[in-house]
C-alpha cells in the first residue's frame, strides 16, 4: 500500500506515538480507546473518508470500522498487545490494510493526552512514583505492585475534565467577546474618521458645486451682454460705416458733424447750449473754426440745422446771453 502524507496506517500509529508523545504509548492506547466511546455509540460505523479498509483481494461489500472495533484495537495496545487483525463489519482485516485520516485520529489524541494529564494532576501526590514513570514513559522507582493509574475518561474525572473545558470555553467566548469589543471600537472610530472625512469632501463639493453654479451665472450673463452688444452693434452698423474714413461711400463733411455733436454734447450727456447760455449754431461754427479754419455761412446753416435736436427745433430753450462773433 503507497505512502500517503495525510493518512498513517494503524500497525504504525504506535511507531509514531512513541517518537511524537510525551506519554507512553500503553496509556496513550488506553485513553484514545475511551475516548472514542466517549464520542459516539460502538456500534456506530467510522466514514470510509476516515477510516478506510484496503484488501489485497477485494470483498463482496465495502468494510468499515466502527469506533467500538477501534476502541478494542487501541485497548488491545493498552494491554501490552498489538493486535495483527481488527474487527471490520464484513469480518476481520489486517491492521496494515487499514489507513486512519491524521487530523481525524489527531483529535482524540489530543484529547486522551489531555484527560491523562488532568487526571495525574490529582492522582500524583498519592502515586507519585508510579504515575509519574507512567505519565513519562519509564520505570517506576519502587518494584512493588502499585494500584493501576485510573482512566481520565472515568465519570468522576470526566466531569471534571468536562467542567474544565467549559470554563476554557467561557474563558475563551470571554476573550473572544472583548476582543471583538476592541474590534467594534477601532471599526466605529474608523467609521468615525471616514464620517469626517466623508464630511469635509462633501463640504468641498458644495463648495465646488457653487463656484461651478456662479461660473455658470456669470457664463449666461456674458452671453447675454454679449448678445445685446452684438444687437446693438448690428443696429448701428449704419453709423459705424458711415464713420469710416475708409470707406468711400463715407461723406467727410456727415463724419465731421457727427464728430462736432459727439464733442459739444460730450457723447450726448450734456446740453451745451443750457450749459453755456450760447446757440447751436454759434457753437458748432466755432468748433468747426478751431479745427479746419472759419467756415463758410452755407456751412454753419447746415451744422446748425442737422445738430440741433428736437426740442430746440420746437421752441425750446433760448441762449442766455448773445452770441459772440469770431
Known amino acids: 500500500m503507497g505512502e500517503q502524507p495525510d493518512r498513517v496506517a494503524l500497525d504504525r500509529i504506535i511507531e509514531e506515538w512513541s517518537?511524537?508523545?510525551t506519554l507512553s504509548t500503553r496509556r496513550l492506547a488506553s485513553e484514545v480507546a475511551a475516548v472514542l466511546r466517549s464520542?459516539?455509540?460502538?456500534?456506530?460505523?467510522?466514514?470510509e473518508r476516515i477510516a478506510c479498509v484496503t484488501?489485497?483481494?477485494?470483498l463482496a461489500e465495502p468494510a468499515a470500522i466502527t469506533f467500538g472495533a477501534l476502541a478494542n484495537y487501541f485497548d488491545a495496545i493498552g494491554?501490552?498487545?498489538?493486535?495483527?487483525?481488527?474487527a471490520t463489519t464484513t469480518g476481520s482485516a489486517p491492521a496494515s490494510t487499514v489507513t486512519l485520516l491524521r487530523t481525524w485520529i489527531a483529535i482524540p489524541v489530543k484529547e486522551a493526552t489531555k484527560r491523562a494529564s488532568f487526571v495525574a494532576g490529582f492522582a500524583l501526590p498519592a502515586n507519585d512514583s508510579h504515575i509519574a514513570a507512567m505519565v513519562a514513559n519509564a520505570r517506576p522507582i519502587a518494584s512493588h505492585a502499585e494500584p493501576p493509574l485510573p482512566s481520565g475518561s472515568e465519570p468522576g474525572y470526566l466531569d471534571m475534565r468536562q467542567a474544565q473545558q467549559r470554563q476554557e470555553g467561557e474563558r475563551s467566548a470571554a476573550a473572544q467577546l472583548e476582543a471583538m469589543q476592541i474590534a467594534a471600537q477601532r471599526a466605529e472610530q474608523k467609521a468615525e474618521h471616514e464620517r469626517a472625512k466623508n464630511a469635509v469632501i462633501e463640504s468641498q463639493l458644495q463648495r465646488y458645486q457653487s463656484e461651478i453654479e456662479?461660473?455658470?451665472l456669470e457664463a449666461i450673463e456674458?452671453?447675454?451682454?454679449?448678445?445685446?452688444?452684438?444687437?446693438?452693434?448690428?443696429?448701428h452698423a449704419g453709423i459705424i460705416e458711415f464713420m469710416n474714413p475708409d470707406n468711400p461711400l463715407s461723406p467727410e463733411e456727415g463724419r465731421r458733424m457727427v464728430a462736432a455733436w459727439d464733442e459739444l454734447t460730450e457723447s450726448g450727456t450734456m446740453d451745451p447750449v443750457a450749459e453755456n447760455g450760447i446757440g447751436i449754431g454759434e457753437l458748432a461754427r466755432r468748433w468747426w473754426r478751431d479745427r479746419f479754419g472759419e467756415p463758410a455761412g452755407i456751412?454753419?446753416?447746415?451744422?446748425?440745422?442737422?445738430?440741433?435736436?428736437?426740442a430746440r427745433k420746437k421752441g425750446g430753450m433760448v441762449a442766455k446771453r448773445q452770441c459772440e462773433k469770431g
Open 214 to 216: 456662479l461660473i455658470h
Open 222 to 235: 456674458e452671453r447675454r451682454q454679449r448678445t445685446i452688444l452684438t444687437e446693438q452693434l448690428r443696429q
Open 55 to 58: 484488501m489485497s483481494t477485494p
Open 79 to 86: 494491554q501490552g498487545v498489538t493486535p495483527p487483525v481488527i
Open 19 to 21: 517518537s511524537d508523545q
Open 299 to 310: 456751412v454753419v446753416k447746415h451744422l446748425q440745422w442737422a445738430l440741433t435736436w428736437p
Open 39 to 47: 464520542l459516539s455509540p460502538e456500534s456506530l460505523a467510522i466514514s
